[in-house]
């Protein structure tokens, strides 16, 4: 087995047990509800379907590392810049989610807590900030930025919004429900 495969083996096994034991015992003792609740014939989101989809979606690119042909890089220099841009990439979309609402709705005298389930002010930060990480991750990728990729974090960002927003009348976008 060749070096970076063997990097891409570890790097893999490791993801993937945390992932295991995130949605096998930490979330289960961690939460108090399911993945989705019935409360008064209405389906509600349960507090444990976030952390279980996050570690289904990191168990998933763990099996996909593991399982993909080839032989992976050895780290070095380059390996260090690329993760230095995606964390700041990752906190600089984190800070616009936090307080494009906030700074949003400044103007008002009532400010963002009172309007932040209602439509379209809920929406901003998630649609703000996923629009930046995603349209950021491409630019990032492909080494050149485009507004067509931005649009396309757009689409991304409304999509995952409304897929949790509609299904569920008591559901608050994050992280609006911190605020």
Do not use: C
């Amino acid at each position: 087995m060749k070096p970076g495969r063997l990097a891409d083996t570890w790097l893999a096994l490791l993801f993937l047990t945390f992932a295991l034991v995130l949605i096998l015992i930490w979330v289960p003792l961690d939460t108090g509800t399911g993945l989705v609740e019935k409360v008064r014939r209405n389906l509600v989101v349960g507090d444990a379907l976030g952390p279980t989809v996050a570690g289904a979606v990191i168990a998933l690119g763990a099996a996909m590392l593991l399982l993909k042909p080839g032989h992976g890089a050895a780290l070095n220099r380059q390996n260090a810049v690329w993760l230095v841009r995606l964390l700041g990439l990752f906190a600089t979309s984190l800070l616009v989610m936090r307080y494009a609402g906030p700074i949003a709705l400044a103007w008002t005298d009532s400010g963002y807590r009172p309007l932040r389930a209602t439509p379209p002010w809920n929406y901003i930060g998630f649609l703000l900030g996923g629009t930046l990480l995603v349209g950021g991750l491409t630019g990032i990728t492909l080494g050149r930025w485009s507004a067509r990729d931005f649009a396309i974090g757009f689409a991304a960002a409304l999509v995952i919004a409304l897929i949790y927003d509609l299904p569920f009348e008591d559901l608050i976008l994050p992280p609006n429900g911190d605020m």
